[in-house]
């Protein structure tokens, strides 16, 4: 593991708390006008019966599946992320890395529908984890990333690299964290070299914002890995 991904790892565990509050409070508007929502109806494009929430953070997603009437299963490498996902009502909950998921070290079950990633895959090297949930798959089944848009956040770097989220103008006691950006083709990239298709792309974008507010990827296995 890298020097960026052992701080990123940290920093999360340092902003948990805080992530929890701007969550649930309401404060990250994207969230509220649009993302969240495009997350929600992408999902249920699909009509799963069961759903495997990768990086579910404190369970959001997960208890907005609950009330449509779909199975939701969560994982997180946080704990105090994990407490709190629980204690709200979302179940079950699995505390483990990527890094163990990827080895198999933490049984989160197989069978799924589909598998999301909301804002979640910030780290460098996803191709072993993105592999590694496709072998949780039903036949048939799909994965949905959310992601910051590459074009409307290069600020005019737009080549794959490490970067750093300050949470400028986010209230509570927040740590630097570096995430990892990639340009669209290197999400293409890495969709296909861990044994993905893309079948969907959308954009986001508040009818106000000249920019879209996120990357929104579907994606299948691909004929070859069924």
Known sequence: MSSSETTLLQSWHHNAQSWIEAIRTGAIESRLTVTDQAMLLAVQSRQPERVLDLGCGEGWLLRALAE?????????????????????????????????????????GNGYDLICANFALL?????????????RLSPGGALVVQTLHPWTVAAGDYQDGWREETFDG?????????????????????????????????????????????????????????
């Open 170 to 226: 986010f209230k509570g006691q927040w740590r630097t964290m570096p995430w990892y950006f990639r340009t669209l083709s290197s999400w293409f990239n890495a969709l296909d070299m861990a044994g993905f298709r893309l079948v969907g792309l959308q954009e986001p974008q508040h009818p106000q914002s000249p920019v879209p507010q996120s990357l929104l990827l579907m994606a299948e296995q691909s004929p070859s890995r069924r």
């Open 68 to 108: 449509r009437g779909i199975e939701a299963v969560g994982v997180d490498g946080d704990a105090t992320l994990v407490e709190a996902a629980r204690a709200a009502g979302s179940s079950p909950v699995h505390l483990a890395s990527y890094e163990a998921l990827v080895e198999s070290k933490v049984d989160v």
């Open 123 to 135: 780290h460098q090297d996803i191709i072993p984890l993105l592999a590694a949930m496709s072998a």
